[in-house]
């Protein structure tokens, strides 16, 4: 288990889960919480026991399947209700009986809350504070307090908002996490309100939304002014901006403050992470999160390269290794030789001069077209290979492919692609349908592809973006298609640019399976 000087404190499956459009079953949170125990955080927050049958689940089928080797699980809860005891409440029981080691309760700290919201005086929900953690803490378990709308609340009435952390930390509470639930705090008055705080209690922890863009900023705020426990979530999940992005704060304290948060090696693997959650959240990884976002550490290429390739670390924070992130050359028109030979050294290929300049032309003549390799990396390592081998040595041949798009009878739009391919000396011909032109060519494809290379079921179209590029000295405007892909280690775009816009997308999509099946080991 993690040790105790500083909490982490991951809240992903219970805050998190508030933001719109994220679903969790109890599978994806038991998984998720597997990943956030392989980064080493401290603490997993399951869920609300008794208040959502879900989470019930969860924390029930978590004391046999979860073998968490970091991590305590904690549940999530409310102090009991006003004018009955702690011990009678059947809300407090499903906390007491959810198997969690921690439990973390919520309790009002803002006056006008207690009144308006809870409707109850002040003095009682002091005695609610009381009553459920010194009830739980007899029967156990520990106790963390969740203060919630406490900032709000100190500016309103500071000694009240103050009584409530001592009553809790008198009552056997070990952490009272300050809650800036409406996300409205700015650093310097945060930090001020938390130097208040610590010192009447127990250990002082933060809990930030991200309202102002400063979660993170305040977090930090927080651990300078004493808080040494911190919460946050997975990727910043969570409810209107989300909540502090749990892994940059914990980047930040390890990487700038010499914090020793988590192993080293469960660091190094962050960036993994990081994605293999949004694999169960299904929700499309930001490219541009700080630390392990796909452009965290891209360069664009051109007037940096040059010194870039003599030494990278004058061009990036950090070495991204330590989050298991990579340099990334972004290859643009602004593509000199020195990038494309540093792009091409990141891919693994020693380049010969000429070659890198006849790449380089072929980039530039490309990119006058409206191809764009900034974004689809998969494309340009296609390319140079092409440039290497001296021709395209590829998987599967195309002799013809073909699309109806019908709106039928009862209205509904269906498509129905054909497909020829000639691979590994058969010929192919299948034919899939789809709810689109693209989705019926990529499943014609890999109906006629997968008895051949059985790899292709485990990729996947993640995402599909179009763009009408503008005509330029005379010519028509032409049309861009990206495609993303992945498959269980990683994803990659295509790209492909014509004036039809299905041509387009057949180029991107007839790379994104070339470059799968290269990823899955076949060489061509
Ligand atoms: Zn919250």
Same mark, same amino acid.
């Given at each position: 288990?993690?040790?105790?000087?500083?909490?982490?404190?991951d809240t992903?499956?219970?805050?998190?889960?508030?933001?719109?459009?994220?679903?969790l079953?109890?599978?994806?949170?038991?998984?998720?919480?597997?990943?956030?125990?392989?980064?080493?955080?401290?603490?997993i927050e399951?869920?609300?026991?008794g208040a959502?049958?879900?989470?019930?689940?969860?924390?029930?089928?978590?004391?046999?399947?979860?073998?968490?080797?970091?991590?305590?699980?904690?549940?999530?809860?409310a102090?009991r209700?006003?004018?009955m005891?702690?011990?009678?409440?059947?809300?407090?029981?499903?906390l007491?009986?959810?198997?969690?080691?921690v439990?973390?309760?919520?309790?009002k700290?803002?006056?006008?809350?207690?009144?308006?919201a809870?409707r109850?005086?002040?003095?009682?929900n002091?005695?609610?504070?009381?009553d459920?953690?010194s009830?739980?803490?007899?029967?156990?378990?520990?106790v963390?307090l969740?203060?919630e709308?406490?900032?709000?609340?100190?500016?309103?009435?500071?000694?009240?908002a103050?009584?409530?952390?001592?009553?809790?930390?008198?009552?056997?509470?070990s952490?009272?996490?300050?809650?800036?639930?409406?996300g409205?705090?700015?650093p310097?008055e945060?930090?001020?309100v938390?130097?208040?705080?610590?010192?009447?209690?127990?250990?002082?922890?933060?809990h930030?939304?991200?309202?102002t863009?400063?979660?993170?900023?305040?977090?930090l705020?927080?651990v300078?002014?004493?808080?040494?426990h911190v919460?946050?979530?997975?990727?910043?999940?969570?409810?209107?901006?989300?909540?502090a992005?749990?892994?940059t704060?914990?980047?930040?304290?390890q990487?700038?403050?010499g914090?020793?948060?988590?192993p080293?090696?469960?660091?190094a693997?962050?960036?993994?992470?990081?994605h293999?959650i949004?694999?169960?959240?299904?929700v499309?990884?930001?490219s541009?999160?700080p630390?392990?976002?796909?452009?965290?550490?891209?360069h664009?290429?051109?007037?940096?390269?040059?010194a870039?390739?003599?030494?990278p670390?004058?061009?990036?924070h950090?070495?991204? #290794?330590e989050v298991?992130?990579?340099?990334?050359? $972004?290859?643009?028109?602004?593509?000199g030789? &020195?990038? =494309? @030979? /540093?792009?091409?050294?990141?891919?693994g290929?020693?380049?010969?001069?000429?070659t890198?300049?006849?790449l380089?032309?072929?980039?530039?003549?490309?990119?006058?077209k409206?191809?764009?390799?900034?974004?689809?990396?998969a494309s340009?390592?296609?390319?140079?290979?092409?440039t290497?081998?001296?021709?395209?040595r590829?998987?599967?041949?195309?002799?013809?492919?073909?699309?109806?798009?019908?709106?039928a009878?009862g209205?509904?739009?269906?498509?129905?692609?054909t497909?020829?391919?000639?691979?590994?000396?058969?010929?192919?011909v299948?034919t899939?349908e789809?709810n689109g032109?693209?989705? #019926?060519?990529?499943?014609?494809v890999?109906?006629? $592809?997968?008895?051949?290379?059985?790899?292709? &079921?485990? =990729? @996947? /179209?993640?995402?599909f973006?179009?763009?009408?590029?503008?005509?330029a000295?005379?010519?028509?405007?032409?049309?861009?298609?990206?495609i993303?892909?992945?498959d269980a280690?990683?994803?990659?775009?295509?790209?492909?640019v014509?004036?039809?816009?299905?041509e387009?997308?057949?180029?991107a999509?007839?790379?994104a399976?070339t470059?799968?099946?290269?990823?899955?080991?076949?060489?061509?």
């Amino acid at each position: 288990m993690a040790d105790d000087r500083f909490h982490v404190y991951d809240t992903t499956l219970r805050d998190g889960a508030q933001q719109e459009g994220l679903n969790l079953t109890v599978v994806d949170k038991l998984a998720v919480a597997r990943h956030l125990d392989a980064l080493g955080v401290g603490f997993i927050e399951g869920g609300w026991p008794g208040a959502n049958p879900k989470d019930t689940e969860f924390f029930r089928r978590a004391q046999t399947e979860l073998d968490l080797k970091h991590a305590q699980l904690a549940a999530f809860g409310a102090t009991r209700r006003a004018g009955m005891k702690a011990a009678d409440d059947p809300l407090v029981a499903a906390l007491r009986e959810s198997g969690a080691p921690v439990v973390t309760l919520v309790a009002k700290s803002h006056d006008r809350h207690v009144e308006l919201a809870l409707r109850t005086t002040l003095q009682e929900n002091l005695a609610m504070i009381r009553d459920t953690v010194s009830h739980l803490r007899a029967e156990g378990q520990r106790v963390f307090l969740d203060a919630e709308h406490f900032f709000d609340g100190y500016k309103s009435n500071p000694d009240y908002a103050l009584e409530v952390l001592r009553t809790a930390a008198e009552a056997g509470a070990s952490v009272i996490a300050l809650c800036d639930t409406n996300g409205g705090m700015l650093p310097d008055e945060l930090a001020e309100v938390v130097h208040a705080a610590v010192g009447t209690s127990a250990r002082i922890g933060i809990h930030c939304h991200d309202d102002t863009g400063c979660a993170v900023a305040n977090s930090l705020a927080a651990v300078k002014a004493g808080a040494t426990h911190v919460q946050g979530c997975a990727n910043g999940y969570g409810e209107r901006s989300g909540n502090a992005n749990l892994f940059t704060v914990v980047a930040n304290l390890q990487l700038k403050r010499g914090f020793d948060l988590v192993p080293k090696e469960a660091l190094a693997d962050m960036t993994r992470i990081a994605h293999a959650i949004t694999e169960v959240t299904n929700v499309t990884p930001n490219s541009h999160a700080p630390y392990v976002g796909v452009s965290a550490f891209a360069h664009k290429a051109g007037l940096h390269a040059s010194a870039i390739k003599v030494d990278p670390n004058l061009y990036q924070h950090i070495d991204p #290794a330590e989050v298991g992130n990579d340099m990334r050359m $972004l290859v643009s028109d602004m593509a000199g030789r &020195a990038s =494309v @030979e /540093l792009k091409g050294r990141e891919l693994g290929y020693e380049l010969a001069p000429d070659t890198s300049r006849e790449l380089v032309n072929r980039v530039k003549e490309m990119e006058a077209k409206g191809y764009t390799f900034e974004a689809a990396d998969a494309s340009f390592e296609l390319l140079l290979r092409d440039t290497v081998a001296g021709e395209s040595r590829r998987h599967f041949q195309v002799e013809s492919w073909r699309v109806i798009v019908e709106r039928a009878r009862g209205g509904e739009v269906v498509s129905e692609a054909t497909v020829k391919l000639h691979a590994k000396g058969e010929r192919i011909v299948a034919t899939g349908e789809g709810n689109g032109p693209v989705n #019926a060519l990529d499943r014609a494809v890999r109906l006629g $592809l997968e008895r051949l290379y059985p790899e292709l &079921a485990g =990729v @996947e /179209l993640i995402d599909f973006k179009v763009r009408i590029l503008e005509g330029a000295h005379g010519t028509d405007a032409v049309t861009r298609v990206l495609i993303t892909s992945s498959d269980a280690a990683g994803e990659w775009s295509t790209v492909g640019v014509d004036e039809n816009i299905i041509e387009a997308s057949w180029q991107a999509l007839e790379q994104a399976v070339t470059y799968g099946l290269l990823r899955a080991g076949h060489t061509a």
